[in-house]
């Protein structure tokens, strides 16, 4: 998320043309966008990555039901 976030705020400067970033690329702008999309769909899922955020999700949401099935007691 940080990756977008920068990618983002890159462009708005670099459209508004603000300070040096008025002078900077646009192909620096697209690399980055490339390499965000190859780290979300190749290289995060060879990781493991995503799987582990989804697996800390589970756990979180089994650990609430269970805390709120014995609160009710």
Known sequence: MPLILLIVALVALRFFEVWR????S??????LMVF?????????????LDKKKEHRD???RRKERIKNS???R
Do not use: Q, R, S, T
């Open 70 to 72: 014995f609160d009710k």
């Open 36 to 48: 965000a999309f190859i780290w979300f769909e190749f290289i995060e899922k060879m990781l493991g």
């Open 26 to 31: 646009w192909w620096y702008i697209v690399g």
């Open 58 to 60: 589970h756990d979180k």
């Open 21 to 24: 970033f008025a002078e900077l």
